[in-house]
Every structure is written in structure tokens, then in C-alpha cells.
């Protein structure tokens, strides 16, 4: 086959997902948001513009409030990078607000500008399309968001909103008032796992604790244990499954960046319109091969009902774990382990080693290392048959 006839199936094929795609969206949209306030540890960046006093002071700027505790970051002209000043504060010490100078005349009068007409710890509920006081009048149609809120001396207009993990949170509003106006664009915002991996259940103890399988051990024989007998099941409870990702939780250079980047391999075999999209039916097949997962399928999975809808989550929480940031990593990771530990049952015959009636769970570690396995040997393998050959050093390195 010439290349451009290969590239023109690969078009093809594309389409044709598309297009069952398209027709599975018309269903009507379940999403129902979770109220803003009930955000703990959150973060939004974007860029402000504040018009008062004949002045005209223009930022990027990032938000981040954990717990009670906020900080507003002035970055002036980089979307990114070191503040050049911070306003600390706590939204029940409406005056005990800090500044911190990193750098920058110019970027201290900006703050000062922002300071003598927003207070800062307003945006922590304004900048989730919330009242800051009881003295606040609300205006709203929809019960998922806020259209205007008056209060401060300012009318408050929510133009647009976006969907950011489980929650609606404003991307454009307009402040117009006395004193001026302040128009507000957010381009990207975190809604939690800002400072830990984890999710609350797990306590300092059991995050310390060394595993129960001992060290030493062949973890091929492990898995594969050479008089033919099933491997002993090691399953993954939360404080196991926290532990693994505290060992990479912070060490990432940007957490903008998530695990991998755009130089890694893993983006590049993984990027969208790849190839590797066209052997979900492989790696599938390849996957069924493991009793266990043949019966979790059968009894718990809704593929029968609803195999789009399936693949688009399952797509969904694989991209954002190889695309997202470091909190968006973790969110799906974390999602996905409490979806598993749902997953549990009795083999319901003999299949290989196992017999029929032995347990089996879907957060367990030789299952799981086997559907990881399928997942990435299918995307080298379809990369390979669609794109060109790896070299051996391209494939360690993936």
C-alpha cells in the first residue's frame, strides 16, 4: 500500500469515528455540576484589565485559594513563570491581606491599583460565580449559574462559563461600577489535588507503611509463576494505590506539564488522530485473554448498553492521564481506582490457572499490569503499521 493511499484510510477511518461519535452526542447531557462551594484547594489563571482613576492596569494573573488561605499572583506580561507580586490573605480576615515584592515597581502599582478597588478575597467567591456577602443581590436563570451579581459597588456580569472537572466556573466577567471597570478572562483553572495525590481517607501512617509483598522477590515470577499456578492476588487498597502516586506527585518539573510533555515518547505514539485510537478493538481482544477481565465485562460493565458511551469515558480518563496536568492527572487516576474497587466477583469457570469460583478484583496488581501492557504494546504496534518503525532506543525510552 503507497503511503498517500494509507494516509487516505487513516482519513477514513477517522471520519467514520467521528461520525459514531457525533451520534452517540445526541443524547441529552447528564452533566449536572457540583456547587463551587464546595471547592477546597483551587486555582485559575488568565488575565485581568482594570480601568479607574484614569489609570489602565493590565496582568496575567493566578488565583489560588486552599482551604480558608488565598494568594493573587500578578504576573504582568508572562502568562506563566515567577510572580512578580503575591497578595496573601484569608477569606475570614477580610483585613489581614499581605504583598509580597518579587520584582518590579511597575507591578507593585498594579497591585496597589487592584487593591484600592477589589478586595482580593471578594475574588475568591467571585471568581467562582459566587456572592461574597449576605448583602448581595443575585441574578440567575439557570440553577447551575450565576447571570449578575450586584454587591461591592460593582455589577457583576457572567458572559461565559466552562466545564473544569465537576464544576461550572466563570471564563469571561465584567465588572462595571463608580469607580471603573474590570473585565476578567480565565484561560485554564485546577479544582483540586493542588497540594497532595491523595484523597482524605488515607492518614500519615498508612501512607508510611512498607508494602506487604516482601522486597527481593523475581516480579516476573510474581506475575507469572513457573509451576503454571496463578499469581497470588495483590490487591491495591487507597493507601497502597496513594503511596505510588506520592512517589511522583511533585516531581514534575511544570505540573502545567502533567507526567510525560510534549517531547516524551508517550505523546507522540499517543496524540490525537494517531493511530493508536484504531486498535482499541486489539488491545481489547488482547485484554479479554485475562479471565478476570472477561468476567468483570460480563458482569459489571454497561459495554453491551452503551459501547460508545463506554469508550468515550474510558478515552476520556486515558487522555487525560497521558495530556493533563499534574491535578488533572491525579483527579482521573483517583476516579479511576474508586470506579475498580466497585469491580469484584467470582471467576464463573474454569479459565487457565483459575478456577472457577476464586476471587477476583478489578484493583489488583498482576490484572491491572496486564491491561497496561495490552494498552501500550497496541499503540507501538499500530504506530508501526500506520506512521513507520521505531528504533529500539524509541521503544525503551516509551
Not at 17 to 28: I, N, P, T, Y
Request: include cysteine.
Amino acid at each position: 500500500m503507497t503511503r498517500i493511499t494509507l494516509q487516505y484510510s487513516k482519513v477514513i477511518l477517522l471520519g467514520m469515528l467521528l461520525m459514531l461519535q457525533g451520534c452517540s452526542a445526541f443524547k441529552a447531557s447528564h452533566f449536572v455540576p457540583e456547587s463551587a462551594e464546595n471547592m477546597r484547594e483551587w486555582e485559575v489563571e488568565g488575565r485581568f484589565v482594570l480601568r479607574a482613576d484614569s489609570t489602565v492596569s493590565k496582568s496575567h494573573f493566578a488565583f489560588r485559594q486552599i482551604g480558608e488561605e488565598y494568594a493573587l499572583s500578578i504576573l504582568m506580561d508572562e502568562p506563566v513563570g515567577e510572580p512578580k507580586v503575591i497578595i496573601h490573605g484569608n477569606v475570614y480576615e477580610p483585613d489581614s491581606e499581605t504583598v509580597d515584592v518579587i520584582g518590579g515597581a511597575e507591578a507593585m502599582k498594579v497591585a496597589e491599583h487592584l487593591q484600592a478597588h477589589i478586595r482580593a478575597g471578594n475574588l475568591s467567591y467571585w471568581l467562582r460565580g459566587l456572592p461574597a456577602t449576605a448583602d448581595a443581590v443575585v441574578y440567575q436563570e439557570d440553577l447551575d449559574r450565576v447571570d449578575r451579581i450586584e454587591e461591592a459597588g460593582w455589577d457583576i456580569d457572567y458572559q461565559e462559563y466552562m466545564a473544569v472537572q465537576n464544576y461550572l466556573l466563570p471564563s469571561e466577567v465584567t465588572f462595571k461600577g463608580e469607580p471603573g471597570s474590570f473585565t476578567l478572562n480565565m484561560v485554564r483553572a485546577e479544582t483540586a489535588y493542588l497540594t497532595h495525590p491523595c484523597g482524605q481517607n488515607v492518614s500519615p501512617t498508612e501512607l508510611e507503611a512498607e508494602p506487604e509483598n516482601s522486597a527481593g522477590q523475581d516480579a516476573v515470577r510474581q506475575l507469572v509463576p513457573s509451576d503454571g499456578s496463578p499469581p497470588i492476588p495483590r490487591w491495591v487498597d487507597e493507601a497502597a494505590f496513594c503511596r505510588q502516586l506520592v512517589k511522583i506527585h511533585g516531581k514534575i518539573p511544570d505540573a502545567r506539564v502533567g507526567l510525560y510533555g510534549p517531547d516524551s515518547m508517550m505523546w507522540k505514539l499517543s496524540r490525537a488522530g494517531m493511530p493508536g485510537a484504531f486498535g482499541a478493538g486489539r488491545a481489547l481482544l488482547l485484554q479479554l485473554a485475562h479471565p478476570w477481565v472477561t468476567a468483570s465485562i460480563d458482569e459489571h460493565s454497561v459495554v453491551r448498553d452503551d459501547p460508545l458511551g463506554r469508550a468515550r469515558r474510558t478515552f476520556q480518563h486515558v487522555g487525560t492521564m497521558v495530556f493533563g496536568s499534574m491535578p488533572q492527572v491525579m483527579t482521573s487516576a483517583n476516579q479511576v481506582r474508586d470506579i475498580h474497587e466497585e469491580i469484584e466477583g467470582e471467576v464463573p469457570m474454569d479459565s487457565g490457572a483459575f478456577q472457577r469460583g476464586s476471587e477476583y478484583r478489578a484493583n489488583e496488581v498482576a490484572a491491572m499490569i496486564w491491561v497496561h501492557a495490552t494498552l501500550w504494546e497496541t499503540l507501538a504496534y499500530m504506530y508501526e503499521k500506520m506512521e513507520g518503525e521505531l528504533t529500539r532506543e524509541e521503544k525503551d525510552q516509551f
